[in-house]
């Protein structure tokens, strides 16, 4: 590495080689000061006497960290912006870039304090991110000679982050404006409420707004029936379609309709399992066996697909050798196949639970949408018996935009509270989140097991 | 040895069932909606889509119009991203991409309904009205959903590219970039085709993230203004189905429309089948002059 690279860190940025990038730095560092304002205030604001005198120790820690947050951005963008112009040199347009993204940064936290926030923070991961790249390509030689060039690189680069950046920012963002309202009670408690739209408000008291235990173990519990049902099927199906089949006409015939199944949008097999388990035929009502087998026609494809993969990336030198020792073929997938390609199935099963954990309108439809008042959970036996709402995360968290948009005409206490239930929303909405995030991480690392197995790495 | 095979065929008959089970709810679902819907469709399609219970063209535009705003604003970050993770990103970013791509694939539709409604549609409001519910916050809803699909499948694509075709216009001089832009994306173009439309029957039968940003329903004329308030068929029947009472009219136009969006969606799936049969035939006839 050339020692030169090494030297030239921020204070050789500084001193500044060329005029422009002492113009671009200065004017970064204007910006950076320009974001930090809010935060610089804010935290004036609570060290000054009064603020020490009101706030008790974790408030003032809540707000240092605050206002800490609030400056972080200005570190942020001036870190993006020094890394971008030292590997890129592109200069003029880039500063003004920043600087325009420095005001929007401001003009933001004025109007939404938390969006101003996620922006930071994102501006932060970016950052990282950055560095994390340049350390290693540092060295290396620059080959992309023209202006236009690197701009569609730095373009391409933007939107590979975009992806990152979207799943963090709406993380952090929830985090965010959840922070408030998660507490033990809340994780905890078993009473829910919720309301119908725009109807009825008296599910939602002032004092209390009940937990969301009784949400989330609603959620685990149909997706866990949905399994059920979905997995063996699903599981029968991926064997049959890997192993059995030969190729013609009726297995793309299957395959086909694998595929219109997974295309079906979830409204209509909503409607359809309204239409036959919850009033027509079968008139359970709302239910969990309902509300389960309309979700298990959702997951299936999902399950078949990758249970198939994972069979098909069984080397076929198992089998050969299961053969070989005169082992039939069933005997051959469930002993040798099978135990192989079980991280893989396990992998579909878990994907099919954070899907079946993150669906809505299915569950609306089937297994319950508005009751009205506070409840307490079902016991056990009233949750698997007919016409029994299963309370879920999902539709809780739905009923707050459209108490929202049906609430625009109501009373100012009305409308309070209608606003207090949408802040919890986004506290359930954080629950969900985390859970699904578990459930999908466990998925990923089965995965990563069965490939690391599989290539024997 | 003859019950071992009795077995075999036992276990092999079971698992030809469990193949079939999928065959089968695709009939029950189609077929319930037309026993229940079939008046209404047959209706729509004999003296137009304006007649009837329902006016169900606006509903129908309107969906496509949503759809296909946010499958272009997914388009336009997801493809780039697909093309730096394909070929500009070292490993170490794409083994983070690439899993974020998986997570927010699947992830809960609501949240992000939620958070469009959140970020835009009453931060939009502060400008004058109460809650600005518009198509244009439905397209950047639906641009963030199809994202992750259009990128992961794209980018699949483009790595299934041979590296014969890259080295061969790299040693004619062409430099990386005019190398992703002449080759390789002229190469991968079915596959991302293939993307871009399953993302777009997605899109169409997307119902949360929608539901969340739209408001509730109102009579709206077609009009292609991204700023006016808009309509879907998801929302249609997504708010109509506890409205109406069991067997009136209104509750059995939802089963037609749930039709209508059926064959909108089966469309769009069948075009994606026969681009990836013509792509199969293309790379056999490649092999074979090989």
Sequence with gaps: MNPRLRISGIFGYFKGKRKENLLIGSLLFISGIIASSPGVIHLFNCLSSDGFAISTFNTLIADTTYSLLLILPSFALFSVGYVLCESHSLGWKLSITICGVAVLLVVVNYLNVELGLTIGVLCGLAATLEILNRKKTAGRLKDSPTITENLAKFGLRLSGLACICILVGMLVYVAIRASPYISWDFLTNTNWSWTTAGKVLSGISSSSMGGVLGFAIGSLLLAGFCELIAFPLGLGAAIYLAEYSSQNKLTSIVRFFIETLAGIPSVIIGLVGYAVFVVGAAHWGTSLAGGGLSLAFMILPWNIRIAEESIKSVPASYREASFALGATQWQTVRKAVLLAALPGIITGVLLGVGAALGETIVVAMTAGDAPTGPQVLPSLFQIFSFHQIIPTLTVFIWRAPILLSFSTSASSSTTNLVFKYYSVALAGSFVLIVMYLVICAAALVARNYLSKKLTGK | ?290
Aim: overall charge positive; some cysteine.
């Design chain 2, 1 to 290: 040895m003859n019950s071992k095979l009795f077995k075999e065929n036992f276990v092999k008959a079971i698992l030809f069932l469990c193949a079939l089970s999928s065959i089968g709810i695709v009939f029950f679902i189609v077929f319930y909606m037309i026993y229940l819907g079939y008046p209404i469709i047959i209706n729509w399609f004999a003296y137009g889509f304006e007649s009837g219970v329902l006016n169900i063209l606006p509903y129908m535009f309107d969906s496509l119009y949503l759809a296909l705003g946010g499958t272009i604003l997914g388009i336009a970050i997801g493809i780039p991203c697909a093309i730096y993770l394909a070929e500009f990103a070292d490993m170490r970013l794409r083994n983070m991409v690439k899993p974020t791509l998986e997570v927010l694939n699947g992830f809960p539709s609501v949240i992000i309904g939620l958070l469009g409604f959140t970020l835009f549609v009453t931060q939009l409001g502060r400008f004058g009205l109460h809650a600005f519910y518009c198509t244009l916050v439905g397209w950047i809803v639906l641009g963030v959903m199809s994202l992750p699909l259009i990128a992961s499948v794209s980018e699949d694509s483009l790595r299934a590219v041979p590296q014969d075709l890259r080295e061969a216009s790299l040693g004619l001089g062409a430099t990386k970039w005019q190398t992703t832009i002449g080759v390789l994306i002229p190469s991968a173009f079915s596959g991302i085709l293939t993307a871009v439309l399953l993302a777009f029957a997605n899109a169409i039968g997307e119902t949360m993230a929608v539901l969340a940003v739209i408001g509730i329903l109102v009579p709206a004329p077609i009009t292609l203004n991204p700023l006016s308030q808009t309509n879907s068929i998801t929302a249609l029947i997504a708010y109509g189905y506890q409205e109406t009472s069991v067997g009136s009219a209104r509750y059995l136009a939802l089963f037609a429309a749930g039709f209508i969006l059926f064959i909108m969606t089966a469309l769009t799936n069948l075009a994606v089948r026969a681009i990836a049969a013509r792509r199969n035939r293309m790379v056999s006839v490649r092999t074979n002059r090989a």
